[in-house]
């Protein structure tokens, strides 16, 4: 009999040592879903020093947020006892309670707020990673030196584009029975090493005539809008004038205005940020 009595109580004790157990993780999973929702509510508010106060990893960072939408959930990390991870939608943070009962942000995701262009271009080029923790994406993306880099590559020169072939067509006989062509056929290569947008440059063809002083001179152009191109792409471009004296030029007239690639447009390797780490070596 007193067996028996005495496996009842070590088995009660072991049950009621579990539900306290229970217990006080269910308490402390509701206290962090209270904190959270509480610090939710202040960066809805953009209540600034008490998220710092909740979040001191934040210290003095000037950052804007994504307010955390719905209701809280959290999870206690099996790997890292007294933190927990709560979620709210597309955004997570990692809370530690302390010994003395407190809590504090120390790591989240998907809070931080960027403009959509600049957001954009980063997980283009590889500046971005998913997996990585705010903070340590927003010293990324405050890089100054990756935007020098950067817009070196979106500000491309125009030096390397070349005219690689020209050829004549629509010959006129002109005086002295000459015959001079009314129209070229040219094609366009960019040499080199960047792309070059298409509102950086023009074809400009030139129909050129005598003068009352036989001095060579224009009769006649014709501006044909730049394309795009990529390193080691070509276009050709094509003008006929419907008379020529004295032949026709062309070149390539270049402009600073509006040269610049949209992040859109940009095409990216993915490999730019990892680039401008190993230029830095």
């Known amino acids: 009999?007193?067996?028996?009595?005495?496996?009842?109580?070590?088995?009660?004790?072991?049950?009621?040592?579990?539900?306290?157990?229970?217990?006080?993780?269910?308490d402390y999973k509701v206290e962090v879903e209270q904190f959270a929702n509480r610090f939710a509510k202040l960066v809805a508010d953009s209540t600034i020093d008490s998220i710092r106060a909740m979040y001191p990893a934040l210290d003095t960072m000037s950052v804007q947020f994504v307010t955390p939408s719905g209701?809280?959930?959290?999870?206690?990390?099996?790997?890292?006892?007294?933190?927990?991870?709560?979620?709210?939608?597309?955004?997570?943070?990692?809370?530690?309670?302390?010994?003395?009962?407190?809590?504090?942000?120390?790591?989240?995701?998907?809070?931080?707020?960027?403009?959509?262009?600049?957001?954009?271009l980063a997980k283009k080029t590889g500046q971005w990673v998913d997996s990585m923790p705010d903070i340590e994406l927003f010293k990324r993306m405050n890089d100054v030196g990756f935007d020098k880099f950067m817009e070196s590559k979106m500000h491309p020169s125009t030096d390397g584009l070349k005219i690689v072939s020209k050829k004549g067509y629509d010959y006129n006989e002109v005086e002295g029975g000459a015959m001079e062509p009314a129209g070229l056929i040219v094609t366009v290569k960019n040499t080199g090493d960047v792309q070059v947008p298409g509102d950086a440059y023009s074809v400009v063809f030139t129909a050129h005539d005598f003068d009352w002083d036989l001095t060579k001179d224009v009769y006649d152009y014709k501006s044909k809008a730049g394309v795009d191109l990529a390193p080691g792409e070509q276009a050709e471009f094509s003008h006929s004038f419907k008379y020529v004296e004295f032949g026709v030029s062309v070149k390539i007239k270049t402009s600073s205005k509006g040269s610049k690639i949209s992040s859109r447009d940009y095409q990216a390797t993915g490999n730019e940020y990892q680039e401008y780490l190993n230029s830095k070596k």
Not at 1 to 26: D, P, R, Y
Not at 73 to 98: C, H, I, M, S, Y
């Open 1 to 26: 009999m007193k067996k028996i009595v005495l496996v009842f109580c070590v088995v009660a004790s072991l049950f009621l040592l579990v539900a306290c157990n229970g217990m006080g993780k269910t």
């Open 71 to 120: 209701n809280a959930f959290a999870q206690e990390d099996e790997n890292t006892p007294g933190t927990f991870n709560v979620k709210f939608g597309d955004v997570t943070l990692k809370v530690f309670r302390a010994i003395d009962g407190s809590f504090s942000i120390i790591e989240s995701h998907g809070l931080f707020f960027y403009n959509p262009e600049k957001f954009e």
